[in-house]
Structures are given as structure tokens and as C-alpha cells.
């Protein structure tokens, strides 16, 4: 990855869940942050998330889930990024995750969670720092 480009970040909200505000909380401080950042909006299908990741060529993929279905819709969309090749992608998520689903989250692929009360300086830090890193590893 070219060290000058600017991450893109898509933040989705898959399933039933309606509530976004932290979503775009979060849209707009990776935005002020530098980021060029897509918002899919509410209840996106997991094919929709991966058709918009692939439309926008996005680095990252981050989910906010607040309905507690955050376990089977990570797994499904890590296995059809995979299956679309595109399982470079960096995933992260966000949202009310209980702590006993954090090792579960990561042996899908994801790379960082973000449960509520996250300050946004560890929240930057990761997409500032972590992403630009993760991409020349690739």
C-alpha cells in the first residue's frame, strides 16, 4: 500500500439493528481524522456490505452491531469476503459486544473491537496507525 493513501474505512450496519448513532459518531471522527469514510446506512444484508466493500475498494470494514447478532453476521461476512476474494480486507467491529465474544471475534479474522465506552483516541489510533501497518503486511 501506497504510505500517502488515505485509508478508506466503510461502516456498515447489518441486520435488523436501527440504531446508528454511534455509527456515524464514528463516520465523522475517522472522517475528521483524514479517512475517507463510506456509511451504508441501515439493515444491510451482509451481500450488500460486501458489494459495497468491492464498489469502493475500501481497506477497511467496519461493523456496528447493538443487536447481539454480532457473532453470525462476522462470520458470514468474513466467509463470503473470502469467498469474493477479497479476504484482505481488515475487519473490525464495534457496538455492544460482551467481553466473552472478544477471542471468538478475533479467530474469525477480525482485527480489532471496539465495544461501547471505547475512547476515540484508541479508536484513531488503531485506523491511523494499526491499518496503514496491517496493509504493508499484506
Known amino acids: 500500500m501506497n504510505e500517502h493513501k488515505r485509508v478508506r474505512v466503510l461502516i456498515a450496519k447489518p441486520g435488523l439493528d436501527g440504531h446508528d448513532r454511534g455509527a456515524k459518531v464514528i463516520s465523522y471522527l475517522l472522517r475528521d481524522a483524514g479517512m475517507d469514510v463510506i456509511y451504508t446506512g441501515l439493515h444491510k444484508t451482509v ?3 460486501v458489494e459495497a466493500a468491492l464498489q469502493e475498494d475500501v481497506d477497511v470494514i467496519g461493523l456496528s452491531i447493538l443487536s447481539g447478532a454480532h457473532l453470525p453476521i462476522t462470520e458470514k461476512l468474513m466467509a463470503k469476503l473470502r469467498h469474493a476474494g477479497l479476504g484482505d480486507i481488515i475487519v473490525t467491529v464495534g457496538g455492544v459486544i460482551p467481553r466473552r ?13 471496539f465495544p461501547g465506552g471505547t475512547s476515540f483516541e484508541e479508536i484513531t489510533h488503531f485506523f491511523q496507525k494499526e491499518v496503514p ?5 499484506l
Open 101 to 113: 465474544d472478544l477471542a471468538r471475534l478475533k479467530s474469525l479474522g477480525v482485527k480489532a473491537v
Open 47 to 49: 451481500d450488500q456490505i
Open 133 to 137: 501497518a496491517l496493509r504493508q503486511a
